[in-house]
């Protein structure tokens, strides 16, 4: 066994993350583009980074900040949940990215053992958050097959029924595989079943300005439901690494216990990437939306390259970056096979959703490539999953 068997079971039984499979055959794929991964095209407001090239030589930002964040970004950000968010009982602590701030949340609300729900296809950054802090018994709700939608049916079912009651809910809107929106009706009963069952809510925002057909984005609030949001997609930030967490400002104790977490990982978001966040803050969501409607062209592209698949094959694509596809049924247990053939032998490369909890379908991003590169990559989606339904994987 060696050394091997030294290392904490916890973290040998989480998930290898796809994404560091992905990069691996993106590297051996040669010429392979990427509609994986979830990023956008654009840069951080061109405003916001000449103000921060100033900042450079500054003394400050080579020093540790207040470990919820600069309190100029944290009123700044309070500001904005009141006007653009409706949440007004909520304080703020800013993280290195959403990813840390579902990461805090877990340490602070979680036990090894506890259990907690989520719904596929699910985020599975979040799924290897609960596996590596222990907390493994996760229980995973199904999505109606037409919409993708959490079935709020089952989890009343589930809270129900499950002793003790599930620590946590957890829900990413819009949906991150799926693309899909839900809407504030379904979400206030998600929050309202947790509520009457005594479960936290984590609702992640990470995708809120990124609403299509006239979709609008909503938040819900409760002393037992904790918001996530995050700069990197908005703001093309996504290496600056800044996110946060509106958490209710009437649970007492709730932000010394998240400070115990924070100072004992990062102290504190990047100095200068907070900066740079508060200075695109002040630009505005119309910065934003003006990026956003961009996509809409890079979405309607990826559609016409999945239609091989059928037109019922495809969901989401309400809102976030995503369109969720699924494959022939004789694929269901090898859509990764699928994904590495489609690199391979096509130059195109999208996440198996099997790395979601729903094997059989394939997660594909359509925000990391300009209009024209986009235009390449489904063309080379669309002829390959072409050959696939009618030959299947001819090497």
């Known amino acids: 066994m060696g050394s091997y068997g030294m290392l904490a079971r916890r973290i040998l039984e989480t998930e290898t993350p796809v994404m560091i499979q992905i990069q691996e055959l993106i590297r051996g794929a040669g010429d392979a583009m990427s509609l994986a991964q979830g990023v956008v095209y654009w840069q951080p407001p061109k405003e916001a980074l000449e103000k921060v090239k100033e900042l450079v030589w500054e003394p400050s930002v080579s020093c540790y900040g207040a470990d919820d964040g600069l309190p100029e970004l944290r009123n700044a950000l309070v500001k904005k949940l009141r006007e653009e968010n409706n949440l007004h009982n909520c304080s703020v602590m800013v993280t290195a990215g959403a990813n840390q701030a579902f990461v805090n949340l877990v340490l602070t609300l979680c036990d090894a053992g506890d259990s907690v729900v989520m719904f596929a296809p699910y985020y599975f950054n979040a799924y290897m958050s609960f596996q590596m802090t222990g907390v493994t018994n996760i229980l995973v709700g199904p999505s109606n097959p037409r919409t993708l939608l959490p079935d709020a049916d089952w989890l009343k079912k589930i809270l129900l029924e499950t002793k003790p009651t599930p620590k946590l809910v957890t829900v990413v809107n819009p949906g991150n595989p799926s693309g899909t929106y839900i809407p504030e009706p379904l979400l206030k009963r998600l929050a309202d079943l947790c509520g009457q069952a005594g479960s936290w809510l984590i609702v992640d925002n990470t995708y809120e300005y990124f609403m299509y057909d006239g979709h609008k984005h909503t938040c819900v609030e409760g002393d037992h439901i904790v918001n996530i949001f995050s700069f990197s997609k908005a703001y093309g930030m996504m290496g600056w690494r800044v996110g946060y967490i509106a958490y209710p400002s009437n ?109 059989g379908n394939l997660r594909i991003a359509f925000g990391g490539l300009r209009e024209n590169e986009t235009r390449i990559a489904a063309g080379r989606l669309k002829k390959g999953l072409e050959e696939l339904v009618r030959d299947g994987m001819l090497q």
């Open 251 to 359: 649970v007492e104790g709730f932000g010394a216990q998240l400070l115990k977490v924070q100072d004992n990982i990062p102290i504190c978001a990047s100095i200068i990437s907070q900066h740079l966040a508060l200075n695109s803050l002040e630009m505005g969501p119309d910065w934003v939306t003006e990026q956003v409607k961009n996509l809409v062209i890079n979405r309607s592209l990826i559609m016409d390259a999945l239609s091989p698949l059928g037109e019922d094959y495809v969901k989401g694509g309400e809102g976030a970056i995503y369109l969720f596809a699924k494959l022939p049924d004789k694929y269901h247990d090898d859509d990764f096979e699928v994904v590495r053939w489609l690199a391979r032998k096509h130059g195109v490369v999208v996440i198996p959703g099997s790395a979601c909890g729903t094997p």
